[in-house]
C-alpha cells in the first residue's frame, strides 16, 4: 500500500478506510497523507459510522465479529457489541444514541455510546410474507440490514434498506414497521435516505435501479435519466453551491451485479453526478479509467468543506473465506464531484468516514 503526495486538504480532518484487509486511517500531512493506524488486518470491515458533534467518537462493524469504538479518533478501540454487522449509524439529533444491523437482519440501539444496548424488537413483527424475503444469494443465505438512515429533521423516522429484503420504515423510532418496497421489483437495496432538509424527497439504490418519491409509502419510480450503468450503490449529496439551488449528487455504479464481475472488464464501474435532484445524470470521467474494473464502493461528503468528497474503490470479495483482497484506493474531490484525484493505495475499500479533527 502507499499514499500519493499531493492534493492534501488545507484543514484537519481524518480518514477511517474499512477494508477487506481491516480498518485504515489517514490524516493529511501537508504534502500528501499518512497511515495513522492500521487494526484488525484479518478482518472485513462492511460499516463506519461517526457522530456529528463529538468527532472524535467514531464506530467501526467489523463483519463477522462485532462493534468498537473509539473515543480518541481512531488511536485506540474497544469492543462494545459481538454480531456478524453489516450497518451501523449515529442518531443525527443525539451522538450518544447508536443503530447496528445485522446479518440476518435484526436491529439493535444503544443510547449510551454503546456501552449496553437492545434489540429494536419491532422489526421483527412485520408479517411473514414480508420476512421470507429476507435472503442473500450466498451461504447462509439469510440476508442483512446494509442501511440505518435516520432522519435529521426527525429521528423517528428510521429507515432500514435491506440485502436483499426491501426498505423498511419506522415512524415512532422502532415501535412499529411498515414495508415501503412498492415499486421495485428486485429487492437487493443498498441506501436510502432524503435531499437534505427534506421529507418529501426520498432517493435508494439498489442492484437493479435507482429510484426516487416523495413519500416511500406511495411507491417508487426510476430515475435513471442519463446512466448508462444500471447497478447503484452509494450516493451523496453535497450542499448547494448558492442558495435556491438544488444540492450536488454523486452516485457510484457498475455495469451488471457482482455476480457477472468475473468477466475481463470485471466491474466497469462509473461515477456520475446530478445538479437537479436527479432529474438527470452525466458520467464524471476527469481521474478515473474509461473502463473501471474494480468497483466504486464508498463515497463520503468532505465534514467541512462544502464542496469536496471522498471515494473508496476496490475489486469485490464477499469475505475472508474467499482469499486475500485486491487492489483498492481513496479518491477526493475539490469541485463538487466534477474530477478527482487518487491519494493513497490501500486494499480492497469497502466503506469510508471522514471526521474532522481541527
Excluded at 95 to 105: F, H, I, L, R
Excluded at 108 to 114: H, L, V
Excluded at 237 to 248: I, V
Amino acid at each position: 500500500m502507499s499514499v500519493i503526495r499531493g492534493w492534501a486538504v488545507s484543514d484537519d480532518v481524518a480518514l477511517f478506510a474499512g477494508t477487506q484487509e481491516g480498518l485504515f486511517v489517514l490524516r493529511p500531512t501537508g504534502s500528501g497523507w499518512e497511515i495513522a493506524n492500521h487494526v484488525w488486518p484479518n478482518a472485513v470491515l462492511d460499516s463506519i459510522a461517526g457522530c456529528a458533534n463529538t468527532p472524535e467518537r467514531v464506530f467501526a462493524g467489523v463483519a463477522y465479529d462485532g462493534v468498537y469504538r473509539t473515543d480518541d479518533a481512531g488511536r485506540t478501540w474497544k469492543r462494545i457489541f459481538e454480531g456478524d454487522i453489516r450497518a451501523l449509524t449515529v442518531d443525527p439529533t443525539d451522538d450518544d444514541v447508536v443503530y447496528c444491523g445485522t446479518e440476518p437482519p435484526h436491529l439493535y440501539r444503544s443510547e449510551d455510546r454503546g456501552e449496553t444496548w437492545h434489540e429494536v424488537i419491532g422489526l421483527q413483527k412485520l408479517p411473514e410474507e414480508i420476512k421470507k424475503r429476507w435472503w442473500a444469494p450466498y451461504p447462509p443465505a439469510t440476508g442483512h440490514i446494509l442501511t440505518i438512515f435516520v432522519h435529521p429533521d426527525d429521528p423517528k423516522i428510521i429507515t432500514c434498506a435491506l440485502e436483499h429484503g426491501g426498505i423498511h420504515r419506522s415512524l415512532d423510532r422502532g415501535e412499529s414497521w411498515e414495508d415501503v418496497s412498492g415499486g421495485i421489483d428486485y429487492l437487493d437495496i443498498h441506501v436510502i435516505m432524503t435531499a437534505p432538509n427534506r421529507l418529501d424527497r426520498w432517493f435508494v439504490s439498489s442492484a437493479r435501479g435507482f429510484f426516487t418519491t416523495d413519500d416511500p409509502a406511495h411507491g417508487w419510480a426510476r430515475a435513471e435519466n442519463g446512466f448508462t450503468r444500471d447497478y447503484f450503490h452509494d450516493f451523496i449529496f453535497l450542499a448547494p453551491d448558492a442558495p435556491g439551488k438544488d444540492p450536488t449528487m454523486v452516485i457510484a455504479t457498475a455495469d451488471h451485479s457482482p455476480g457477472s464481475w468475473r468477466r475481463p472488464e470485471f466491474a466497469r464501474a462509473a461515477v456520475f453526478r446530478s445538479t437537479n435532484c436527479a432529474q438527470s445524470w452525466e458520467r464524471v470521467t476527469d481521474g478515473f479509467e474509461d473502463e473501471m474494473k474494480p468497483m466504486v464502493w464508498a463515497l463520503r461528503a468532505h465534514p467541512t468543506d462544502p464542496n469536496a468528497a471522498f471515494a473508496g474503490v476496490g475489486h469485490v470479495i464477499r469475505g475472508p473465506a474467499e482469499g486475500p483482497s485486491g487492489p483498492g484506493s481513496i479518491h477526493v474531490t475539490r469541485d463538487r464531484g466534477a474530477t478527482w484525484r487518487k491519494i493513497s493505495d490501500v486494499p480492497g475499500m469497502r466503506v469510508i468516514w471522514a471526521s474532522p479533527t481541527g
